[in-house]
Protein backbone atom coordinates (compact mmCIF):
# COMPACT_ATOMS: atom_id res chain seq x y z
CA UNK A 1 0.00 0.00 0.00
CA UNK A 2 1.50 3.43 -0.92
CA UNK A 3 1.98 6.26 1.53
CA UNK A 4 -0.92 8.41 -0.56
CA UNK A 5 -3.35 5.49 0.39
CA UNK A 6 -2.13 5.05 3.61
CA UNK A 7 -2.92 8.95 4.22
CA UNK A 8 -6.16 8.99 2.69
CA UNK A 9 -7.37 6.13 4.92
CA UNK A 10 -6.13 7.72 7.82
CA UNK A 11 -7.85 11.20 7.11
CA UNK A 12 -10.82 9.10 6.31
CA UNK A 13 -10.60 7.34 9.56
CA UNK A 14 -9.58 10.59 11.58
CA UNK A 15 -12.65 12.33 9.76
CA UNK A 16 -15.00 9.82 10.88
CA UNK A 17 -14.24 9.84 14.37
CA UNK A 18 -14.73 13.61 14.60
CA UNK A 19 -18.06 12.99 12.83
CA UNK A 20 -19.03 10.50 15.33
CA UNK A 21 -17.81 12.58 18.34
CA UNK A 22 -19.72 15.82 17.67
CA UNK A 23 -22.57 13.85 16.28
CA UNK A 24 -22.52 12.65 20.34
CA UNK A 25 -22.09 15.68 21.48
CA UNK A 26 -25.29 16.21 19.33
CA UNK A 27 -27.31 13.30 21.09
CA UNK A 28 -26.59 14.42 24.55
CA UNK A 29 -27.15 18.58 23.88
CA UNK A 30 -30.41 17.78 21.66
CA UNK A 31 -32.98 17.94 24.86
CA UNK A 32 -31.17 21.07 25.84
CA UNK A 33 -31.03 23.03 21.78
CA UNK A 34 -34.46 24.51 21.94
CA UNK A 35 -34.45 25.28 25.34
CA UNK A 36 -30.69 27.61 25.06
CA UNK A 37 -31.84 28.86 21.84
CA UNK A 38 -34.93 30.16 23.37
CA UNK A 39 -32.89 31.56 26.07
CA UNK A 40 -30.44 33.48 24.05
CA UNK A 41 -33.51 34.90 21.99
CA UNK A 42 -35.07 36.17 25.42
CA UNK A 43 -31.49 37.90 25.90
CA UNK A 44 -31.31 39.72 22.96
CA UNK A 45 -34.51 40.88 23.43
CA UNK A 46 -34.77 42.02 26.50
CA UNK A 47 -30.72 43.19 26.69
CA UNK A 48 -31.54 47.04 26.28
CA UNK A 49 -33.61 46.69 29.52
CA UNK A 50 -30.61 45.04 31.36
CA UNK A 51 -28.73 47.71 30.32
CA UNK A 52 -30.81 50.45 31.44
CA UNK A 53 -31.69 48.29 34.56
CA UNK A 54 -27.85 48.66 35.02
CA UNK A 55 -27.19 52.18 34.48
CA UNK A 56 -29.93 53.76 35.97
CA UNK A 57 -30.19 51.51 39.37
CA UNK A 58 -26.05 51.61 39.27
CA UNK A 59 -25.84 47.91 40.17
CA UNK A 60 -23.82 45.36 38.99
CA UNK A 61 -23.85 43.29 36.09
CA UNK A 62 -25.27 40.36 38.50
CA UNK A 63 -27.65 42.05 40.34
CA UNK A 64 -29.28 43.71 37.27
CA UNK A 65 -29.73 40.38 35.89
CA UNK A 66 -31.60 38.64 38.79
CA UNK A 67 -33.99 41.64 39.12
CA UNK A 68 -34.84 41.56 35.49
CA UNK A 69 -35.00 37.47 35.47
CA UNK A 70 -37.11 38.05 38.74
CA UNK A 71 -39.32 40.33 36.69
CA UNK A 72 -39.64 38.46 34.01
CA UNK A 73 -40.87 35.31 35.91
CA UNK A 74 -43.25 37.08 37.77
CA UNK A 75 -44.44 38.45 34.30
CA UNK A 76 -44.87 34.66 33.40
CA UNK A 77 -46.14 32.40 36.29
CA UNK A 78 -48.90 34.86 37.46
CA UNK A 79 -51.04 35.55 34.19
CA UNK A 80 -50.36 31.45 33.92
CA UNK A 81 -51.76 30.91 37.35
CA UNK A 82 -54.47 32.83 36.80
CA UNK A 83 -55.20 31.49 33.78
CA UNK A 84 -55.24 27.36 34.42
CA UNK A 85 -56.94 27.81 37.92
CA UNK A 86 -59.77 29.58 35.73
CA UNK A 87 -59.50 26.54 32.99
CA UNK A 88 -59.85 23.96 35.87
CA UNK A 89 -62.36 26.29 37.74
CA UNK A 90 -64.62 25.96 34.19
CA UNK A 91 -63.82 22.32 33.83
CA UNK A 92 -64.77 21.54 38.04
CA UNK A 93 -68.27 23.99 37.01
CA UNK A 94 -69.32 21.68 33.81
CA UNK A 95 -68.31 18.34 35.00
CA UNK A 96 -70.51 19.17 38.64
CA UNK A 97 -73.34 20.43 36.25
CA UNK A 98 -73.25 17.11 33.88
CA UNK A 99 -73.05 14.99 37.17
CA UNK A 100 -75.97 16.56 38.39
CA UNK A 101 -77.81 17.19 35.39
CA UNK A 102 -78.22 21.01 36.03
CA UNK A 103 -76.59 22.12 33.08
CA UNK A 104 -78.88 24.58 31.25
CA UNK A 105 -78.38 24.45 27.24
CA UNK A 106 -80.63 26.89 25.10
CA UNK A 107 -82.08 25.47 22.40
CA UNK A 108 -80.58 25.59 18.72
CA UNK A 109 -81.60 28.74 16.48
CA UNK A 110 -83.66 27.42 13.44
CA UNK A 111 -81.18 28.83 10.90
CA UNK A 112 -79.02 25.58 12.24
CA UNK A 113 -81.04 23.16 10.93
CA UNK A 114 -80.59 24.99 7.40
CA UNK A 115 -77.15 24.34 7.09
CA UNK A 116 -76.28 22.08 4.23
CA UNK A 117 -74.59 18.49 4.71
CA UNK A 118 -74.55 18.89 8.68
CA UNK A 119 -77.27 20.86 9.82
CA UNK A 120 -79.85 18.40 10.34
CA UNK A 121 -77.47 16.15 12.51
CA UNK A 122 -76.36 19.40 14.43
CA UNK A 123 -80.03 20.40 15.19
CA UNK A 124 -80.92 17.56 16.20
CA UNK A 125 -77.87 16.78 19.18
CA UNK A 126 -78.25 20.26 20.21
CA UNK A 127 -81.63 19.99 20.76
CA UNK A 128 -81.08 16.74 22.48
CA UNK A 129 -78.94 18.58 24.65
CA UNK A 130 -80.85 21.34 25.45
CA UNK A 131 -83.95 19.06 26.72
CA UNK A 132 -81.24 16.22 28.37
CA UNK A 133 -77.93 17.25 28.57
CA UNK A 134 -77.22 14.26 30.27
CA UNK A 135 -78.66 12.26 27.91
CA UNK A 136 -76.80 14.20 25.04
CA UNK A 137 -73.54 13.03 26.75
CA UNK A 138 -74.44 9.75 27.19
CA UNK A 139 -74.71 9.13 23.55
CA UNK A 140 -71.44 10.64 23.05
CA UNK A 141 -69.57 9.02 25.85
CA UNK A 142 -66.95 7.40 24.54
CA UNK A 143 -66.09 10.79 21.98
CA UNK A 144 -66.27 12.76 25.16
CA UNK A 145 -64.13 10.70 26.90
CA UNK A 146 -61.52 10.89 24.36
CA UNK A 147 -61.84 14.60 23.74
CA UNK A 148 -61.48 15.37 27.92
CA UNK A 149 -58.12 13.02 27.68
CA UNK A 150 -56.91 15.28 24.98
CA UNK A 151 -57.81 18.00 26.93
CA UNK A 152 -55.95 16.68 30.10
CA UNK A 153 -52.84 15.68 27.67
CA UNK A 154 -52.82 18.93 26.27
CA UNK A 155 -52.87 20.71 29.75
CA UNK A 156 -49.86 18.57 30.91
CA UNK A 157 -48.05 19.88 27.87
CA UNK A 158 -49.10 23.63 28.24
CA UNK A 159 -47.83 22.37 32.04
CA UNK A 160 -44.15 21.57 30.86
CA UNK A 161 -43.89 24.16 28.40
CA UNK A 162 -43.92 26.81 31.23
CA UNK A 163 -41.87 24.87 33.15
CA UNK A 164 -39.21 25.43 30.17
CA UNK A 165 -39.99 28.64 29.86
CA UNK A 166 -38.87 29.28 33.53
CA UNK A 167 -35.61 27.68 32.43
CA UNK A 168 -35.52 29.12 29.80
CA UNK A 169 -35.48 32.59 31.67
CA UNK A 170 -33.31 31.96 33.71
CA UNK A 171 -30.76 30.58 31.30
CA UNK A 172 -31.13 34.07 29.25
CA UNK A 173 -30.03 35.51 32.93
CA UNK A 174 -27.06 33.66 32.89
CA UNK A 175 -26.68 34.79 29.14
CA UNK A 176 -27.23 38.24 30.21
CA UNK A 177 -24.26 38.55 32.30
CA UNK A 178 -22.06 36.88 30.13
CA UNK A 179 -22.90 38.85 27.29
CA UNK A 180 -19.94 40.16 25.76
CA UNK A 181 -18.05 36.78 25.77
CA UNK A 182 -21.07 35.58 23.98
CA UNK A 183 -20.74 37.67 21.18
CA UNK A 184 -17.29 37.30 20.87
CA UNK A 185 -17.79 33.64 20.66
CA UNK A 186 -20.35 34.19 17.90
CA UNK A 187 -18.30 36.71 16.11
CA UNK A 188 -15.20 33.91 15.86
CA UNK A 189 -18.15 31.35 14.51
CA UNK A 190 -19.44 33.36 12.03
CA UNK A 191 -15.03 34.49 11.07
CA UNK A 192 -14.67 30.88 10.37
CA UNK A 193 -17.37 30.13 8.31
CA UNK A 194 -17.69 33.62 6.31
CA UNK A 195 -14.08 34.60 5.77
CA UNK A 196 -13.87 37.34 8.31
CA UNK A 197 -17.13 38.92 8.26
CA UNK A 198 -17.97 37.91 11.92
CA UNK A 199 -18.78 41.04 13.42
CA UNK A 200 -20.72 42.36 10.15
CA UNK A 201 -23.01 38.82 10.44
CA UNK A 202 -23.25 38.52 14.42
CA UNK A 203 -24.57 41.88 14.49
CA UNK A 204 -27.58 41.00 11.63
CA UNK A 205 -28.45 38.08 13.50
CA UNK A 206 -28.49 40.40 16.48
CA UNK A 207 -30.96 43.18 14.72
CA UNK A 208 -33.09 40.16 12.69
CA UNK A 209 -33.89 38.71 16.42
CA UNK A 210 -34.34 41.65 18.17
CA UNK A 211 -36.81 42.78 15.68
CA UNK A 212 -38.82 39.58 15.56
CA UNK A 213 -38.65 39.56 19.14
CA UNK A 214 -39.88 43.05 19.48
CA UNK A 215 -42.06 43.31 16.18
CA UNK A 216 -44.15 40.02 16.81
CA UNK A 217 -43.48 37.93 19.69
CA UNK A 218 -43.61 41.17 22.07
CA UNK A 219 -46.75 42.33 20.04
CA UNK A 220 -48.56 39.15 20.33
CA UNK A 221 -47.90 38.89 23.66
CA UNK A 222 -49.19 42.00 24.62
CA UNK A 223 -52.25 41.68 22.18
CA UNK A 224 -53.20 38.07 23.95
CA UNK A 225 -52.60 38.72 27.28
CA UNK A 226 -54.99 42.21 27.32
CA UNK A 227 -57.08 39.98 25.62
CA UNK A 228 -57.17 36.94 28.32
CA UNK A 229 -57.57 39.80 30.61
CA UNK A 230 -60.80 40.97 29.00
CA UNK A 231 -61.31 37.04 28.85
CA UNK A 232 -61.06 36.43 32.52
CA UNK A 233 -63.05 39.75 34.01
CA UNK A 234 -65.61 38.69 31.35
CA UNK A 235 -66.56 35.32 32.69
CA UNK A 236 -65.73 33.82 29.36
CA UNK A 237 -65.75 29.68 29.06
CA UNK A 238 -61.95 28.78 28.44
CA UNK A 239 -60.69 31.62 28.72
CA UNK A 240 -57.01 29.90 28.86
CA UNK A 241 -57.64 27.95 25.51
CA UNK A 242 -58.80 31.03 23.40
CA UNK A 243 -55.92 33.36 25.28
CA UNK A 244 -53.28 30.91 24.31
CA UNK A 245 -55.66 30.67 20.70
CA UNK A 246 -55.41 34.34 20.34
CA UNK A 247 -51.57 33.60 21.06
CA UNK A 248 -51.07 31.40 18.26
CA UNK A 249 -53.28 33.60 15.93
CA UNK A 250 -51.36 37.53 16.39
CA UNK A 251 -47.56 35.20 16.19
CA UNK A 252 -48.49 33.87 12.21
CA UNK A 253 -49.88 36.94 11.61
CA UNK A 254 -53.38 36.62 11.66
CA UNK A 255 -55.99 39.33 13.25
CA UNK A 256 -57.10 38.56 16.31
CA UNK A 257 -60.42 40.50 15.78
CA UNK A 258 -61.53 37.03 13.97
CA UNK A 259 -62.03 35.85 17.41
CA UNK A 260 -62.44 38.98 19.72
CA UNK A 261 -65.86 39.80 17.45
CA UNK A 262 -67.78 36.68 17.47
CA UNK A 263 -67.13 36.93 21.39
CA UNK A 264 -68.30 40.16 21.56
CA UNK A 265 -71.67 39.36 19.80
CA UNK A 266 -71.37 36.25 21.93
CA UNK A 267 -71.40 38.78 25.10
CA UNK A 268 -74.56 40.87 24.32
CA UNK A 269 -76.51 37.42 24.17
CA UNK A 270 -75.04 35.99 27.87
CA UNK A 271 -74.36 39.47 29.68
CA UNK A 272 -76.17 42.89 30.52
CA UNK A 273 -75.92 45.62 27.86
CA UNK A 274 -73.18 47.84 29.53
CA UNK A 275 -70.79 45.05 30.62
CA UNK A 276 -71.37 43.58 26.88
CA UNK A 277 -70.67 46.99 25.46
CA UNK A 278 -67.16 47.44 27.48
CA UNK A 279 -66.05 43.87 26.52
CA UNK A 280 -67.12 44.89 22.54
CA UNK A 281 -64.82 48.11 23.09
CA UNK A 282 -62.33 46.79 25.05
CA UNK A 283 -61.77 43.93 22.07
CA UNK A 284 -61.60 46.61 20.04
CA UNK A 285 -58.80 48.35 21.33
CA UNK A 286 -56.91 45.22 21.80
CA UNK A 287 -57.49 44.26 18.54
CA UNK A 288 -56.45 47.33 16.81
CA UNK A 289 -53.76 47.91 19.37
CA UNK A 290 -51.80 46.46 16.68
CA UNK A 291 -51.72 49.11 14.01
CA UNK A 292 -50.13 51.15 17.10
CA UNK A 293 -47.56 48.68 18.67
CA UNK A 294 -46.08 48.27 15.30
CA UNK A 295 -44.44 51.27 14.23
CA UNK A 296 -42.91 51.41 18.32
CA UNK A 297 -41.58 48.11 18.67
CA UNK A 298 -40.57 47.63 15.04
CA UNK A 299 -38.52 50.69 14.30
CA UNK A 300 -35.98 48.58 11.92
CA UNK A 301 -39.13 46.21 10.44
CA UNK A 302 -38.85 42.31 9.97
CA UNK A 303 -38.53 42.17 6.16
CA UNK A 304 -39.31 38.40 5.73
CA UNK A 305 -42.79 37.38 4.16
CA UNK A 306 -45.39 36.18 6.30
CA UNK A 307 -45.56 32.90 4.95
CA UNK A 308 -42.05 32.08 6.33
CA UNK A 309 -43.14 33.48 9.82
CA UNK A 310 -46.60 31.52 9.67
CA UNK A 311 -44.03 28.08 8.57
CA UNK A 312 -41.61 28.80 11.60
CA UNK A 313 -44.11 29.29 13.92
CA UNK A 314 -46.58 26.35 13.07
CA UNK A 315 -43.47 23.97 12.49
CA UNK A 316 -41.43 24.88 15.59
CA UNK A 317 -45.11 24.37 17.69
CA UNK A 318 -45.26 20.28 15.78
CA UNK A 319 -41.86 20.18 16.78
CA UNK A 320 -40.74 21.41 19.95
CA UNK A 321 -44.28 22.51 21.42
CA UNK A 322 -45.31 25.15 22.60
CA UNK A 323 -41.38 26.59 23.31
CA UNK A 324 -41.22 25.79 19.65
CA UNK A 325 -44.06 28.13 18.37
CA UNK A 326 -41.88 30.74 19.33
CA UNK A 327 -38.29 30.10 18.47
CA UNK A 328 -39.39 28.55 15.20
CA UNK A 329 -39.91 31.63 13.79
CA UNK A 330 -37.20 33.88 15.13
CA UNK A 331 -35.10 31.06 13.20
CA UNK A 332 -36.92 30.80 10.26
CA UNK A 333 -36.90 34.77 9.46
CA UNK A 334 -33.20 34.67 10.65
CA UNK A 335 -32.56 32.03 8.49
CA UNK A 336 -33.86 33.44 5.40
CA UNK A 337 -32.84 36.86 6.39
CA UNK A 338 -28.60 34.91 6.63
CA UNK A 339 -30.04 33.41 2.56
CA UNK A 340 -30.64 36.22 1.37
CA UNK A 341 -27.88 38.09 2.31
CA UNK A 342 -25.90 35.24 1.02
CA UNK A 343 -27.76 35.49 -2.55
CA UNK A 344 -27.45 39.61 -2.34
CA UNK A 345 -23.77 38.68 -1.97
CA UNK A 346 -23.21 36.30 -4.64
CA UNK A 347 -25.05 38.65 -7.31
CA UNK A 348 -22.59 42.03 -6.23
CA UNK A 349 -19.64 39.41 -6.65
CA UNK A 350 -21.32 38.61 -10.70
CA UNK A 351 -21.55 41.98 -11.29
CA UNK A 352 -18.05 43.02 -9.95
CA UNK A 353 -16.49 40.67 -12.54
Excluded at 200 to 209: A, G, I, K, Q, W
Aim: hydrophobic share 55%; charged share 10%.
Amino acid sequence: MTDKSTHIIETAIKIGLIALLAFWCYLIAAPFITLIVWAGIIAIGVYPLYLMLKKKSGLSAGWSSTILTLCMLTLLLVPSYIISGTLLDNAKVLSSHIKNDTLKISPPPEKVASIPVIGKKVADFWQLASDSPKAAFGVYNDQIKAGIKWILSSVANVGLGILMFVFSIIIAGIFLVSASGVKKTFILIFNRLADGRGEELTRLSRDTVKSVVTGILGIAFIQSALAGVGFVLMGIPGAGLLTFLCLIMAIVQIDILLVLIPLSIYAFSEYSTMPAIIFLVWNLVVGLSNNVLKPILLAKGVDAPMAIIFIGAIGGLILSGIIGLFTGAVIMVLGYTLFMLWLESGETEIAEK
